[in-house]
């Protein structure tokens, strides 16, 4: 599979842990986007990285949530102390936008966390 | 920022049947809209997408069109099928703003045999 990858797909952590997520964009797409999905709503954006610069972050985006791509590739989500409202589908796209080149954004199969 | 909104939140129709779902935008300045269909358990998958100079998009039974002027978007299933049930979701978002988009809260749309 070729597409965006996201590891782990499933995570159980227990209140206050750290957890860590990864994303593999599709290889030659400069733009990496997170959001995060509650069921029965519609992903809400977090953060995305323009190769490895950050350039935005939702206030959705609390002091317990950091996010790297440190060589514009691959990218990590961290949450630290992790509370039950944490609990989502936390999903990765990436894009290619260029002067002249804005494609779709392509979705990973995201990763669902769950705060017990 | 933008706010879309999105309407049904669940449409049932009957096989071969149409189907619509409405959204509307809030922010004038968006200029890209894009339909995500999500199967359950399965990542969002772009189905159509329309950019703000064009009225109206068409791709096989699937169609997109756009009212810039009241800021409202619809997505016209035609000939609807079983494997067309699933969650849909609109989505806004505006060039040069990252292009991160804002999605509306979904359809359920369910064709019954």
């Known amino acids: 599979d070729t597409g965006v990858s996201q590891n782990p797909r499933h995570k159980i952590t227990k209140r206050g842990q750290n957890v860590t997520f990864r994303c593999d964009p599709i290889s030659e797409h400069n733009r990496l986007y997170w959001y995060r999905q509650t069921l029965g709503q519609g992903p809400e954006f977090l953060t995305y990285?323009?190769?490895?610069?950050?350039?935005?972050k939702s206030r959705l985006l609390s002091d317990r949530f950091s996010a790297e791509r440190p060589k514009g590739s691959f990218s990590t989500l961290e949450i630290q102390r992790t509370e039950q409202g944490d609990s989502a589908m936390y999903l990765c796209?990436?894009?290619?936008?260029?002067?002249?080149?804005?494609?779709?954004?392509?979705f990973g199969q995201g990763t669902r966390l769950t705060v017990v | 920022g933008e706010n879309v909104e999105q309407h049904p939140s669940t449409l049932s129709v009957q096989e071969g049947d149409s189907a619509v779902i409405k959204c509307t935008y809030s922010d004038s300045a968006s200029n890209y809209f894009p339909w995500y269909k999500q199967e359950l358990g399965k990542r969002p998958q772009l189905i159509i997408d329309?950019?703000?100079?064009?009225g109206e998009k068409k791709d096989q039974r699937i169609a997109v069109t756009l009212n810039k002027t009241a800021k409202h978007f619809s997505l016209h299933i035609t000939e609807t099928q079983p494997e067309d049930s699933a969650v849909y979701f609109c989505?806004?978002?505006?060039?040069?703003?990252?292009?991160?988009?804002?999605f509306g809260t979904g359809t359920q749309l369910k064709v019954e045999l």
């Open positions: 329309i950019r703000s100079n064009v």
């Open positions: 990285f323009q190769n490895e610069a950050q350039l935005e």
């Open positions: 989505a806004a978002s505006i060039k040069g703003g990252g292009n991160k988009l804002t």
């Open positions: 796209a990436s894009s290619l936008v260029g002067h002249d080149t804005n494609t779709e954004a392509f």
